[in-house]
């Protein structure tokens, strides 16, 4: 149980272009779902956490025009990277939970590569 | 700011050797504690967690013990296999225990036959 599925797993695009990344809680209702962004042999930043219904709370830093986050069900969130330049090329992952004090439980990345 | 700190991988070992990555934290507060392993190719899951001091968190033979005098929360193996090898990142969480995961960086862990 509590399976969370993200798609695409691989993406590859041009500068300028905007992608979306879908985090899908399969199994289970996800009130509150989180996106992280992972550097290379670096540790995951929490970019912005969404509850569903509501706007996305984001770290400081994170700019929330280029980082469109979506919550709008309790199975589905969206994350849109948009005008994506090289400097976006990462790996970004996904968590959801029931409720907000409840373990998260991880998507299997997406890895994103701005040519 | 609460960060959390693990030893530099990779953390190369044989099958059955003992194994210990090193974790230590800083927090204003009293923060939850966890492992997360994440496997080639896969997400992140939890593998053990503690909330207060002293508590030892244990699981598929993995310990870490929640240590407030020294800010730590090592990981333990007695005997390591093949198939542990996978990344493993500390983190720490407040507000309830789960929400607004801190990472450490990851320690990457091979195990050769």
């Known amino acids: 149980g509590a399976v969370v599925s993200q798609h695409p797993s691989w993406v590859i695009c041009k500068s300028g272009t905007s992608v979306k990344i879908e985090c899908r809680s399969l199994?289970?209702?996800?009130?509150?779902m989180f996106w992280y962004r992972q550097f290379p042999k670096q540790s995951l930043m929490l970019m912005a956490t969404s509850n569903e219904g509501s706007k996305a709370t984001y770290e400081q830093g994170v700019e929330k025009d280029k980082f469109l986050i979506n919550h709008a069900s309790l199975t589905l969130s969206t994350l849109t990277v948009t005008s994506a330049h090289p400097e976006d090329s990462s790996f970004y992952i996904c968590?959801?939970?029931?409720?907000?004090?409840?373990?998260?439980?991880f998507g299997d990345g997406t890895r994103l590569s701005i040519l | 700011g609460d960060s959390v700190t693990q030893m530099e991988g990779p953390v190369t070992l044989s099958e059955e050797a003992f194994l210990t990555i090193n974790c230590t934290y800083t927090a204003t507060g009293y923060p939850s504690l966890f492992w997360y392993v994440q496997y080639p190719g896969e997400g992140l899951q939890l593998l053990l967690k503690?909330?207060?001091?002293?508590d030892k968190g244990s699981n598929k033979g993995f310990e870490a013990t929640y240590r407030k005098e020294t800010t730590s929360f090592h990981l333990e193996k007695g005997s390591v296999q093949v198939s542990d090898s996978a990344v493993y990142f500390c983190?720490?969480?407040?507000?309830?225990?789960?929400?607004?995961?801190?990472f450490g960086a990851g320690t990457r862990l091979a195990v050769h036959p």
């Open positions: 968590s959801a939970s029931q409720v907000s004090n409840q373990p998260q439980h």
């Open positions: 503690a909330t207060k001091a002293d």
């Open positions: 983190a720490l969480s407040f507000s309830g225990g789960y929400n607004k995961l801190i």
């Open positions: 199994d289970f209702q996800a009130t509150t």
